[in-house]
């Protein structure tokens, strides 16, 4: 019965140190203290190093780095966001399968997470890398209360809150490279992917994917990606938790998405612009009609790149490829 065994390793986990005897447990559980022996068992096989000390009990030391929703969910503090977690091994991509549960009415703040995506997909149908056990691949729900035009703030957003989950796991200091990347010494980490389900009625689900290299060697990068790609690990020389990771970027995710909705975009904005790297510099934005050269200004309060070309000119672009 493997609901038993996740409760059970939940009760472990939270009593951290603390070991606790097979008799209390056995109670505790309604089961025989063999039942509960079968269950440590089963943990052990999944990975998780559990302590077996002599009259006193058992003690869990190490719990494996998967994303499954039992390691997720045992000391997250958000309210809405993770409280549902959708969990797959392996899958073409995370928002082919939020978009369905979506669709079938999954409440607000559910997560959908992956080991690795056959069929990860970047905007305009290009390819996500999402190697095996190594990343986060994600997509979140959100069914916020809000008019189409402010959907594509949610990807500055996230941003922000990427940023701030990275800064907190480790000791890097990422910059957000506008509109949806997050780079380390010029490097992407993470992409985000913001889409949309509205109807006349409005928005009826948010789907933000966001793919964040984690424990990547360069040789886990497909080659086309191994020269601009990077991850956590190769810059910080350092193996990086996923669960803490994803247990900070859905806590980062529920702060701003709130903040964002109830109060606007002004004072994310001013974050937003203190890790970007794009504002005050020269680039080059590649849309699909045209390319403009000129200086990254700043963005709108609509999340809306203002560009200077030569000319004195000033061009508002909503979505576009950046090059500096
Ligand atoms: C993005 O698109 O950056 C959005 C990526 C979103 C991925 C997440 S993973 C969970 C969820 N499920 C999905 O199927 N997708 C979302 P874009 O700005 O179009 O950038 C795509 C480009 O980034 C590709 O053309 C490559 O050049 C590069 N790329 C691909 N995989 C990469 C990786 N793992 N790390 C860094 N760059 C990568």
């Given at each position: 019965n493997?609901?038993?065994?996740?409760?059970?390793?939940?009760?472990?986990?939270?009593?951290?140190s603390q070991a606790i005897s097979g008799q209390q447990l056995a109670d505790e559980f309604g089961i025989s203290r063999t039942a509960i022996w079968k269950h440590i068992k089963e943990l052990e096989e999944k990975g998780y190093t559990i302590e077996?000390?002599?009259k006193k009990g058992y003690r869990i030391v190490a719990i494996p780095d998967t994303l499954e929703p039992l390691g997720i969910q045992t000391g997250l503090t958000t309210k809405r966001i993770g409280q549902k977690i959708e969990y797959v091994e392996s899958c073409p991509s995370t928002q082919i399968i939020a978009h369905q549960l979506a669709q079938e009415g999954a409440p607000d703040g559910t997560v959908v997470l992956t080991e690795t995506q056959t069929a990860g997909r970047g905007r305009l149908a290009r390819k996500w890398d999402s190697a095996a056990q190594?990343?986060?691949w994600m997509s979140i729900i959100l069914r916020p209360d809000v008019?189409?035009?402010?959907?594509?703030?949610?990807?500055?957003?996230?941003?922000?809150?990427?940023?701030?989950?990275?800064?907190?796991?480790?000791?890097?200091?990422?910059?957000?490279?506008?509109p949806n990347d997050i780079l380390l010494n010029g490097k992407k980490c993470t992409g985000i992917l913001t889409e949309l389900q509205s109807d006349a009625d409005g928005i009826q689900a948010l789907i933000i994917g966001i793919g964040l290299n984690v424990n990547q060697e360069?040789?886990?990068?497909?080659p086309e990606v191994q020269e601009i790609a990077t991850s956590l690990k190769l810059e910080s020389g350092e193996t990086v938790s996923r669960q803490k990771l994803v247990q900070s970027l859905l806590y980062y995710m529920e702060i701003y998405t709130q903040l964002y909705i109830e109060e606007g975009f002004g004072m994310l904005k001013i974050l937003w612009e203190s890790y970007s790297t794009t504002i005050g510099q020269p680039v080059r934005a590649r849309m699909t009609n045209q390319t403009l050269e000129g200086i990254a200004e700043g963005i709108t309060d609509d999340g809306v790149l203002q560009l200077r070309t030569?000319?004195?000119k000033l061009h508002g672009i909503y979505s576009a490829d950046i090059e500096m």
């Open positions: 493997i609901a038993v065994t996740h409760k059970l390793a939940k009760r472990l986990i939270e009593s951290q077996s000390i002599k190594k990343g986060v008019v189409p035009q402010k959907a594509p703030q949610f990807t500055l957003v996230t941003a922000v809150a990427v940023v701030r989950a990275i800064e907190e796991v480790t000791r890097l200091q990422p910059k957000i490279k506008w360069k040789k886990d990068f497909d030569a000319d004195g």
